[in-house]
């Protein structure tokens, strides 16, 4: 369950923001019994640390909580409102802070902290409640935790219970919610309607592999959004080690992602008309498997050599994304959990994206900035295009020598969605270690940059 603020209660326990260095103000401004215990609490304002002031009940009276050194919050997100989550049982009020920026993060950190992800084991929920910060939009707040939710449920789930099947169901749930429409090509009708290198990747497994398409909205400028719902990437016929396919669960990120948004979106009730693509697929090894060296055709007619199976990613997404480009929207958007050298160049926690659009790209890094949910560009290197195309065929899946992994899977998938502005994200989709307010697990990357962007490049 989604958690949510509380109503304002003139009960609730207030909550003091104190600084590294104004601690002495801090406590010079509480009776001399609480700053005695304050300091003998060993308190030091410290980011992220809380200190619970007793009342002569016994109750708590009021807390303080830390916001460490300026460096200290430069380096942090969400440390302040995680802080408050962990609290004892109560009701508190959000501390007064000037910064819309620190109030959305104090906000959205207590709510995104909430998350447990209890299907296979109980884990114990926190019991806190927080009234939500004075001047911020709480219900945008709570928005943007239940997106986030649902894309971390999905990622979190493995293979075994979250596969094409699952994947497509999850739509249908989220549909029926808001009322979109969904429809489903599987199995061999993705040839008979020309989605070949979808077809392709996912022949080999069990689970017939398809293209699954969601729209909702009738008015407004129009936004598709394609994500990679590769529930499980073996690597094909070029295996990866073992070691390689432990978090291949997440392949899906991507597909995850865009649901996340779209739940923000439609809970939103945005004037636009949104349309989802996700191409889902398990990349299994079995006799039919797609083979090194096979040169496959597009739904666009261009040919592209396979000179590695475990690049298959980027083609399920050409095809989606050649049949988004038919529609020209306003905005396409592709997510993916693409290539290991994204998270080489920029780690795990930025997500990096790719755009020829300079008013879409500031808007993201502008969105990014004020709503803690980092983003980088990176570029469409025009002079790299050459290593995409091997001769044989016309584009090339995974150039040889290793360089530029992440550019070169860019400009692979932009020859498919040239007619409009378009923006790609290659994200990690994973915590690889607990953090406040994301613990270890599926993570989404980008959703609240993208969703605080669209105001702006698509004038809502």
Not at 98 to 116: H, N, P, Q, T
Not at 417 to 424: G, P, S
Request: hydrophobic share 45%.
């Amino acid at each position: 369950m989604t958690r949510r603020f509380s109503p304002a209660d003139k009960s609730a326990v207030p909550v003091i923001l104190c600084d590294s260095d104004g601690l002495e103000q801090c406590l010079a401004s509480l009776t001399d019994a609480q700053a005695t215990w304050a300091s003998a609490s060993g308190f030091s304002a410290g980011y992220g640390k809380t200190c619970c002031l007793p009342a002569s009940d016994g109750t708590i009276a009021r807390v303080l909580l830390g916001r460490g050194t300026r460096k200290e919050r430069r380096r942090q997100r969400f440390g302040l409102g995680a802080a408050l989550a962990q609290l004892p049982a109560g009701l508190y009020s959000s501390p007064f802070t000037k910064s819309d920026v620190e109030k959305a993060d104090i906000g959205l950190g207590f709510l995104l902290d909430g998350y447990r992800f209890d299907t296979y084991a109980t884990a114990p929920a926190p019991k806190s409640r927080l009234i939500a910060p004075e001047g911020i939009d709480a219900a945008r707040l709570e928005r943007f935790a239940a997106g986030e939710f649902l894309t971390r449920d999905l990622i979190n789930t493995p293979a075994s219970d979250m596969g094409p099947d699952a994947l497509e169901a999850a739509v249908f749930e989220l549909a029926n919610e808001f009322g979109a429409g969904v429809s489903v090509i599987r199995g061999e009708d993705l040839l008979m309607k020309n989605f070949p290198m979808i077809h392709a990747v996912g022949r080999a497994a069990e689970a017939e592999p398809r293209l699954i398409e969601m729209a909702w909205g009738a008015s407004g400028p129009t936004l598709t959004l394609v994500g990679k719902g590769v529930c499980f990437d073996t690597g094909g016929l070029n295996l990866k080690p073992g070691a390689s396919m432990g978090l291949m669960k997440k392949d899906m990120g991507g597909a995850a992602t865009v649901l996340g948004l779209a739940r923000m979106i439609m809970s939103a009730g945005l004037n636009l008309q949104l349309r989802v693509l996700i191409p889902a697929v398990e990349n299994a090894v079995s006799g039919n498997a797609f083979r090194p060296g096979d040169i496959l055709r597009s739904r666009s007619g261009l040919t592209v050599e396979i000179n590695n199976t475990d690049a298959e990613g980027r083609l399920v997404l050409a095809d989606a994304l050649t049949f988004a480009s038919e529609a020209n929207p306003d905005l396409l958007i592709s997510m993916a959990t693409l290539t290991g050298a994204a998270r080489v160049a920029v780690g795990p926690d930025l997500a990096p994206f790719y755009t020829d659009d300079e008013a879409t790209a500031i808007a993201l890094a502008e969105a990014a900035h004020a709503l803690a949910d980092p983003v980088w560009r990176m570029p469409f290197h025009d002079p790299y295009e050459e290593m995409i195309e091997p001769g044989i065929a016309d584009l090339d899946n995974a150039p040889k020598g290793g360089f530029a992994g992440s550019i070169t899977a860019a400009l692979f998938l932009r020859r498919f969605a040239r007619r409009q502005r378009y923006a790609h994200f290659d994200i990690y989709g994973w915590q690889p270690s607990p953090a406040p307010g994301r613990p270890k697990g599926g993570a989404g990357q980008g959703a609240r940059a993208i969703y605080q962007a669209l105001h702006k490049v698509l004038s809502l």
